[in-house]
């Protein structure tokens, strides 16, 4: 409250309605390098300051990072900081585009079939 001009009421961040919950940051190669620093900060030190305050709170959240880009290749243009890459890249699921994996569609029909049969009251078998 009182943080900038129109702010009337407390609100809570993202990052402290965490808690200790997981923050998805989804396509994160499109970060600006500016907001990278901060994130870069966030994930070390696992300190923020909100909106208007001078004392830093902290976060015990985990953090899921998504892109479909190739950020080694972002790293060595420069678009991509090569520590927060460092940072993030601990672990790494990489996960093909649906076209190299036709095996898993007609799973994925059938899965969604049956979400939709139970949320519209069908009974729809399948597709041609």
């Known amino acids: 409250k009182g943080a900038f001009t129109g702010a009337n009421t407390n609100t809570t961040g993202l990052v402290e309605k965490a ?9 994160i190669g ?12 966030l994930i070390e030190t696992r300190e923020y300051y909100k909106v208007g305050s001078s004392r830093p ?8 990072f998504v892109t479909m880009q190739d950020l080694n290749q972002k790293v060595e243009q420069q678009s991509f900081r ?12 990489n996960i093909p585009p649906l076209r ?4 898993d569609i007609p799973l ?8 939709y049969n139970v949320k519209h009251k069908k009974n729809i078998k399948g597709l041609t």
């Open 19 to 27: 808690g200790k919950g997981t923050i998805f940051l989804d396509e």
């Open 30 to 41: 499109d970060l600006p390098m500016e907001q990278q620093v901060k994130l870069l900060r």
């Open 57 to 64: 709170s902290r976060t015990e959240a985990r953090f899921i």
């Open 82 to 93: 090569n520590d927060l890459f460092y940072r993030i890249s601990d672990l790494e699921i």
């Open 100 to 103: 190299e994996r036709k095996e």
């Open 108 to 115: 994925l029909i059938d899965f969604f079939l049956k979400k």
